[in-house]
């Protein structure tokens, strides 16, 4: 049974920083590319940033600069620091795994965290 739970949502102000987590069990995490993704009201779920297997990342253009992902194999977790937040960075803020396994792709969420940045 696969499970990713987030944890360290919360509210904040704006210019604050906060630190998301999320432990992963069921898979072999060190397979899997880890990625956070976040949904507003109203909008569509995006992407924010990602890290792969090899450790390569990759940025929303609205949080390069600002956010940090990283991993820890041997915690099976997966982090992503939030720093200089804007009221627009307010959302629920989903963890997601992925591998591709020859023409089967394996993709698993968590429930989300809410992060609310006030003004």
């Known amino acids: 049974q696969v499970e990713l739970v987030e944890s360290g949502g919360g509210l904040v102000q704006a210019g604050g920083s906060l630190r998301l987590s999320c432990a992963a069990s069921?898979?072999?995490?060190?397979?899997?590319?880890m990625g956070w993704y976040r949904q507003s009201p109203g909008k569509q779920r995006e992407l924010v940033a990602t890290?792969?297997?090899?450790?390569?990342?990759s940025y929303a253009g609205s949080v390069q600069g600002r956010f940090t992902i990283s991993r820890d194999n041997a915690k099976n977790t997966v982090y992503l620091q939030m720093n200089s937040l804007k009221p627009e960075d307010t959302a629920v803020y989903y963890c997601?795994?992925?591998?591709?396994?020859?023409?089967?792709?394996?993709?698993?969420w968590g429930q989300g965290t809410q992060v609310t940045v006030s003004s």
């Open positions: 997601n795994a992925k591998w591709l396994f020859g023409a089967t792709v394996y993709d698993y």
């Open positions: 890290i792969t297997s090899g450790d390569s990342t």
């Open positions: 069921g898979i072999i995490f060190s397979l899997y590319t």
